[in-house]
């Protein structure tokens, strides 16, 4: 079972940090969002061309991946079809497989998009990434947490290099699909996992350590093992949105445990 975090979760940390702390508490992988005060992955200094080489160096003698560069890009602005391709170039260039679109912007649901602008500026993102080794993935988000309207238009997509980034929190709390339902309409498609858990106050989502919301986490992670899943299980800990959650350390510290605990 391979686990990394999303350094949304870690906003203050340098590069070396975020390395040295996945490092030692036996993390397999980081996953970028953002790095201190620069969100977009192609402008961070780790990855541009005069550090690169000492980058990868580092995280194969720490033996961590990246699994997926995590970035912005909605696919309903074709403005953002050209920083998704530079998304793709600086996955390949690190030998990322995956980076993150998305279709929706709020992590509620919404109506706001255009299925038709999606499936264009997707095309053409897929048919760019297809001889990079890079896989861009549609997150589980706002519209697309609605699972089976996600795994439909996948479905009639005809590159197969495009995937689904399973947020597990987004079609469970916004929609209520339990876990078998939104895995079954998903199957192959899912690439990369994200972790966290909340509870409802009122009609506010909560943040809870994982395991202290409400959210079938284990369960989750059991049947996405029963139906084949290898990827990378991340701790998405939405720390730079939301200051007032647990520090880091601790945060990323407990969710290697619980993680550990289902072995």
């Not at 970028?32 to 402008?43: D, M, N, S, T, V």
Request: net charge negative.
């Amino acid at each position: 079972m391979k686990v990394c975090f999303s350094t949304l979760g870690c906003p203050e940390w340098s590069f070396s940090e975020i390395v040295s702390v996945a490092s030692d508490l036996g993390y397999s992988g980081i996953e970028i969002r953002g790095i201190q005060k620069e969100l977009y992955a192609p402008a961070m200094e780790p990855f541009c061309k005069d550090h690169i080489d000492k980058t990868k160096k580092t995280l194969e003698r720490l033996s961590l991946e990246i699994p997926c560069l995590t970035s912005a890009c909605n696919l309903n602005i074709e403005a953002d079809v050209e920083k998704a391709k530079a998304y793709v170039d600086t996955a390949s260039a690190i030998g990322t497989p995956y980076i993150r679109l998305l279709g929706d912007l709020s992590p509620a649901p919404s109506d706001d998009i255009s299925l038709k602008a999606i499936a264009s500026n997707l095309e053409e993102i897929a048919v760019y990434a297809k001889d990079k080794n890079v896989m861009p993935l549609i997150e589980t988000n706002g519209f697309f947490a609605k699972t089976k309207s996600l795994g439909a238009m996948l479905k009639s997509f005809n590159y197969p290099n495009v995937g689904i980034l399973f947020d597990i929190h987004h079609p469970y709390r916004f929609f209520g699909e339990e876990p078998a339902y939104t895995i079954d309409n998903l199957g192959p498609f899912i690439k990369h996992v994200h972790i966290k858990d909340s509870v409802m106050e009122g009609k506010n989502v909560r943040y809870k350590m994982v395991g202290e919301g409400d959210l079938p986490v284990a369960k989750t992670i059991k049947l996405l093992e029963k139906a084949g899943y290898q990827g990378h299980y991340s701790l998405e800990w939405v720390k730079r949105w939301d200051l007032s959650l647990e520090e880091p350390g601790i945060a990323f510290a407990q969710f290697k445990e619980f993680m550990d605990t289902l072995y």
